[in-house]
C-alpha cells in the first residue's frame, strides 16, 4: 500500500517537480487568494495542523490507521501519510493536514466548471487544497493535485470564513473543484452545511474515486456533482490515472440514486480512451444507469503534464464521438475545449430550439419555471437558486 513518510515530496513519481515556487504556483492556478482579489490573501507557509481529526478511518494493530475514505484503503503507520498526501497518522489516530487550508480561491463562472444545467450565467465562488488519491498523467492542475502541503503557502480559513466571503462576493453557489474534493471532504462538508444555511447551494467537480460511505454522506450535503469519467476501460484507470474504473462507475450510480444533479465529462485522448466502441459502450451504460437526461461534456485534450507530446483531440473525433452519443439516446452531449462549436449550446429535446445559448461565458436562457419558453418542454436542470 503506497504510504510517505514526514520527507515525502510533492509529486508521487516526479521528484524535479517536489520544489513548487509561490510564483510557479500562483502562475499555474491564477489564484485570486493571493492577489487579494477575494480579500483572502496568503498567509504562512503551511504549519501541520494536528487538530482536525479525519472522519473516515479506523485503527488496526501496531498504531496503524485504515483509511476508508477512498478505495486504495491505505493502512498507514505511525508518522507516515497515504498516498494523496494529505492524511497522516499522528499518534495512532489520522488526521486532515489541509482542513481549512485553501490554496486557491476564484470566483469562475459556473459553465466553466463545465455545469451546464446549474444555475446558467452566474458565478460559483471556488476553491480547492492540495492533494489527489489518483495521478493522472494528462492533469491539468497538477501544481495543486500533485503538491503536498508542505510546499504551498496557505493561511487557515474556516467554513464560516469561506461562506462569508462567497455571501460577500454574492456567489449563489460555492464550488469544490480544480485539485480533489475527496482529499478534503471533511472541510467541504463543513462548509456545505454553513453554506446550505446561508441559502447557498454547493457543487462537487470529482474524478469519483470514492468509497461508498463518505460519498454518501457527501451527496446529502451537496445540490450537484461533476464526475470526470477518464476513461471505459480498466486497463486507461491503471495506466494513465493509477486508479480503477468500478469504484468511479459505482460513483455515478451512488449519486443519481440519492437525487444529486449529475453531470459527465470524458476528455477524449487521441489514441487512448477515444476509440468509437469504448465510447459508444459508455454512452449506453450511462443511458442504462444514470438515465438519457444525464449531461456528457465531451472534452477536447490539449498536451498538459505528463502527455505533452501527445497531439490534441482532433475535432473530428469529438464530433463523431458527439453523433454516437446522441446515437445511444443521450440527450444532452456537448463538445468542449472548442470555442464557438455549435454543440456548445442547449437544445430543447421536443422543438429543438435552443434553450442556452453560450457564447465563451456570455450566456442567453430560454427557460422559464423550467420549460423551455418556445414549447413547454421540461428541461431537466437546476435553474433557480
Not at 520544489?19 to 487568494?33: C, E, Q
Not at 463562472?109 to 455545469?115: G, S
Not at 476513461?231 to 462507475?249: E, M, Q
Not at 450510480?253 to 444533479?261: A, F, L, T, Y
Amino acid at each position: 500500500m503506497p504510504i510517505r513518510s514526514d520527507k515525502s515530496i510533492a509529486g508521487k513519481k516526479n521528484p524535479a517537480q517536489a520544489a513548487i515556487s509561490r510564483r510557479t504556483f500562483l502562475m499555474a492556478t491564477g489564484s485570486l487568494l493571493a492577489s487579494g482579489t477575494l480579500g483572502m490573501p496568503f498567509g504562512n507557509t503551511f504549519a501541520e495542523n494536528t487538530d482536525f481529526e479525519a472522519r473516515y478511518y479506523e485503527i488496526t494493530d501496531n498504531g496503524k490507521t485504515h483509511c476508508l475514505l477512498c478505495p486504495r484503503g491505505c493502512v498507514i503507520p505511525e508518522n507516515r501519510k497515504g498516498y494523496c498526501g494529505v492524511r497522516k497518522n499522528i499518534g495512532g489516530k489520522l488526521y486532515s493536514l489541509t482542513y481549512g487550508r485553501a490554496c486557491s480561491l476564484h470566483l469562475d463562472p459556473i459553465e466553466k466548471k463545465p455545469f451546464f444545467h446549474l444555475l446558467p450565467g452566474t458565478k460559483s465562488f471556488s476553491l480547492s487544497t492540495v492533494g489527489c488519491n489518483l495521478e493522472c498523467k494528462f492533469c491539468q492542475n497538477w501544481q495543486i493535485s500533485q503538491s503536498s502541503p508542505e510546499t504551498i503557502e496557505t493561511k487557515w480559513r474556516s467554513p464560516e470564513q469561506i461562506v462569508k466571503k462567497a455571501v460577500s462576493v454574492k456567489a449563489p453557489s460555492i464550488s469544490f473543484t480544480y485539485g480533489e474534493p475527496v482529499v478534503f471532504i471533511e472541510y467541504a462538508q463543513d462548509i456545505a452545511r454553513e453554506a446550505a444555511a446561508k441559502g447557498i447551494k454547493s457543487f462537487v467537480v470529482t474524478n469519483g474515486f470514492y468509497r461508498q460511505k463518505p460519498l454518501e454522506e457527501l451527496c446529502r450535503l451537496t445540490d450537484a456533482i461533476k464526475i470526470d469519467l477518464k476513461s471505459f476501460t480498466d486497463k486507461y484507470y491503471r495506466d494513465i490515472c493509477g486508479g480503477k474504473l468500478k469504484p468511479v462507475l459505482d460513483s455515478i450510480v451512488k449519486i443519481r440514486s440519492e437525487g444529486v444533479w449529475l453531470e459527465i465529462v470524458y476528455l477524449m485522448l487521441p489514441s487512448l480512451n477515444d476509440s468509437p466502441s469504448e465510447i459508444r459502450d459508455m454512452a449506453r451504460w450511462l443511458v442504462r444507469n444514470v438515465g438519457e437526461d444525464t449531461p456528457l461534456h465531451l472534452s477536447r485534450f490539449f498536451p498538459q503534464y505528463k502527455l505533452k507530446d501527445l497531439p490534441p483531440t482532433p475535432v473530428s473525433s469529438l464530433e463523431t464521438a458527439y453523433k454516437i452519443c446522441r446515437e445511444e439516446g443521450l440527450r444532452f452531449v456537448y463538445i468542449g475545449n472548442v470555442p464557438g462549436h455549435r454543440t456548445e449550446d442547449t437544445f430543447c429535446p421536443a422543438c429543438s430550439k435552443p434553450v442556452i445559448e453560450r457564447r465563451g461565458y456570455n450566456v442567453n436562457v430560454n427557460i422559464k419555471n423550467g420549460h423551455c419558453v418556445f414549447c413547454g418542454e421540461p428541461i431537466p436542470g437546476i435553474w433557480e437558486g
